[in-house]
């Protein structure tokens, strides 16, 4: 996407990238300014209903430019541990050393995200750093020298060793089958597959380690580029009314930016304990909602935005792909090889029977 918009051939009026890559847009000036304005007071569902905590979040993403004003975020979440609670003690889940827990070998999912995996990395190698006061979550989260690079790197060969696989989308079904008992994953995904889990009887749990983590939000923009702007205004505003955002969450699992007290209230679950979300809704101090989808204020204080690598981007990707190397273990090639079966299979018997299958829900 990003390249197709860096050339100005291609004319998408609308596109909803991660945080990291608005700001490295916004760094190259391929986005076009909202204008809000030009939306009747009525129907200005962005203007009000926008979450303090989220347009503090936007600001943050460009040092140099407030992101405010060229994007609007649509959902949001954590990176943590995804972890069946029939073989994981929540006090295991809650630090990443579980990773290399030789214990877990073979059932332990990683989201093949280097940004995502690298930050709560680095957080936990270096925490001791944290609590001395030497170095804040948040520069580590950015930080780009050889000797952190180097540390997260003999880290993941180290969890490597007991992976079962790198994973983009199929870990969190993985962890449903019990295939696996660990992922380091998304919190979307992590809600997705403890719903699923519940209808079959496998207790899947979330944690977020301790020593700190990522929060990410991916956001609507306009390109520079874009020719139907009008259009484009009017889709970012529909998809930010109270009903919709609430649909998206119940349809996608993750959590909407939307801050209108309607979003929170249609996810409350009095038979939950209340958790702190004075910082999402000034003085929702004390609200029975899932702290997967919203995070106690402890949580979130020990999270941070994952920035740009910008020029640096390279050298972490030359550390993800020496930390993967070219040789799947054992699990992998099994799962890899029972997919191709499956997939095969599959291709022979709708050539024989030509009957229709239900699609899943992704």
Request: aromatic share 10%; hydrophobic share 40%; charged share 25%.
């Amino acid at each position: 996407m990003l390249a197709k918009i860096e050339k100005g051939h291609e004319d998408f009026d609308v596109v909803c990238p991660s945080d990291y890559i608005i700001e490295r847009m916004l760094d190259m000036d391929l986005l076009m300014p909202l204008d809000f304005a030009s939306l009747p007071d009525s129907i200005n569902y962005i203007r009000n209903n926008q979450s303090p905590y989220m347009k503090s979040m936007m600001s943050a993403v460009n040092p140099d430019i407030d992101a405010n004003n060229y994007s609007v975020p649509y959902m949001w979440g954590t990176v943590g541990i995804l972890y069946n609670s029939k073989y994981v003690s929540a006090e295991e889940a809650c630090h990443m050393e579980i990773l290399r827990n030789p214990a877990y070998d073979g059932k332990i999912f990683i989201k093949d995200a280097p940004r995502d995996v690298y930050g709560p990395a680095i957080m936990y190698l270096r925490n001791a750093e944290v609590k001395d006061g030497g170095v804040t979550l948040d520069e580590l989260a950015s930080d780009a020298s050889d000797e952190s690079l180097a540390k997260v790197e003999a880290f993941m060969k180290d969890v490597k060793e007991h992976i079962a696989g790198w994973e983009a989308d199929f870990g969190k079904e993985q962890m449903t089958q019990e295939r696996g008992y660990i992922s380091l994953n998304w919190s979307g995904d992590a809600v997705w597959a403890m719903r699923e889990g519940a209808e079959i009887g496998v207790d899947l749990k979330w944690a977020i380690p301790e020593e700190g983590s990522h929060i990410w939000f991916d956001g609507w923009v306009i390109p520079k580029y874009a020719h139907n702007v009008k259009a484009a205004t009017y889709f970012i505003d529909f998809m930010c009314r109270p009903d919709i955002s609430i649909r998206n969450m119940d349809e996608t699992g993750y959590v909407s930016a939307n801050g209108h007290p309607s979003v929170v209230e249609s996810q409350i679950d009095d038979t939950l304990p209340p958790i702190d979300l004075s910082y999402f809704i000034p003085g929702a101090d004390s609200v029975r909602i899932d702290p997967v989808l919203y995070p106690d204020r402890s949580i979130i204080e020990a999270c941070v935005l994952m920035h740009d690598w910008g020029e640096n981007t390279d050298k972490l990707i030359s550390m993800w792909s020496r930390v993967k190397g070219d040789n799947a273990n054992t699990t992998t090639i099994v799962i890899i090889v029972a997919a191709v079966m499956a997939i095969v299979g599959v291709g022979v018997a709708r050539n024989s029977s030509r009957k229709k299958h239900k699609k899943g829900r992704r």
